[in-house]
């Protein structure tokens, strides 16, 4: 018969055994957790290491293959839309109809941000460029003359896409018999606003040269520049001739008013302006809701 002492030893060695036996399943659980969660992480980089690198070779794909160029294609190439400078596409072809444009800044800060058009070559076709211009007094088709103005031309159509037209006023209307304009364009509605850049003057002699008076006639229905008096300042101001008027030959015309534009105009002109003098803010208030190159 084992003694008490004995069985007490025989149950202290049982107890050890299980022990062991448990802390050895202990060690190989957490060892299998410890490889279990290497590999988790392991498979996780490589994930993100493809992700990435997927990710780069898309992004240089798309640089190479010309998606996401903005730079202006001065010899050829395939950009066929506006770059996000805005203006007309650049220009294409290889032959001597494109205009070498440039817009240097302005010594006044723009009146509403917005970027300058691309410069560089732009074309010259189409010879022409429709722009809807809608205002609260009726719509103002606008023919822009693309052929001989496109530094000018491409200017306009920069700020009608980058919206900087919309919701401006038409601040100055002259009601005098030498001079019958509605001028629009300023932002800010003082007159003195403007992109930030300036236009060279183009197609000057439109309407031949001046003659003992210094003037030449602007007929009805020009679309022509503001400037401030000097040469090539002319920026986002724009004037629209509702009558003949004379003028000296430094405002560049660069389009003009459609039939149903002209109806819109006269109506426009015929409540007067403001002053009473001949040269104030129209009465009939007239804000452009929106200018949309519709053609190009």
Do not use: W
Request: aromatic share 6%; charged share 15%; hydrophobic share 30%.
């Amino acid at each position: 018969m084992p003694t008490n002492e004995q069985r007490r030893a025989t149950a202290k060695r049982k107890l050890e055994r299980q022990l062991e036996r448990r802390a050895q399943q202990e060690k190989r659980r957490q060892m299998f957790v410890v490889i279990g969660g290497i590999v988790a992480i392991a498979v996780a980089a490589a994930l993100v290491l493809t992700f990435v690198l997927t990710n780069k070779d898309g992004k240089d794909n798309k640089t190479a293959s010309g998606a996401t160029s903005t730079a202006p294609v001065e010899s050829g190439g395939p950009t066929t839309a506006p770059p996000a400078t805005g203006g007309l596409p650049p220009f294409k072809a290889a032959a001597n109809l494109g205009a070498n444009c440039q817009y240097p800044a302005s010594p006044e800060p723009a009146s509403r941000k917005v970027e300058p058009p691309h410069t560089g070559k732009v074309p010259t076709t189409p010879p022409t460029v429709s722009v809807s211009m809608s205002t609260n007094q009726g719509n103002l088709g606008l023919v822009l003359d693309n052929a001989k103005t496109p530094c000018t031309v491409n200017s306009f159509a920069s700020l009608a896409q980058k919206g900087y037209f919309n919701d401006t006023p038409c601040h100055r209307l002259t009601t005098s018999p030498s001079l019958a304009v509605l001028q629009c364009g300023d932002p800010t509605g003082s007159g003195s606003g403007g992109p930030g850049y300036t236009i060279g003057d183009e197609n000057l002699d439109a309407f031949g040269k001046a003659g003992a008076s210094g003037s030449v006639t602007y007929k009805a229905g020009t679309v022509a520049m503001a400037n401030t008096g000097q040469k090539h300042t002319g920026g986002s101001q724009f004037f629209l001739v509702y009558k003949d008027s004379p003028l000296p030959p430094s405002y560049t015309p660069f389009g003009t008013i459609g039939a149903d534009g002209m109806t819109v105009l006269n109506k426009i002109a015929n409540a007067g302006e403001s002053t009473g003098q001949g040269d104030g803010a129209p009465n009939a208030t007239v804000v452009i809701n929106k200018a949309t190159v519709t053609k190009s």
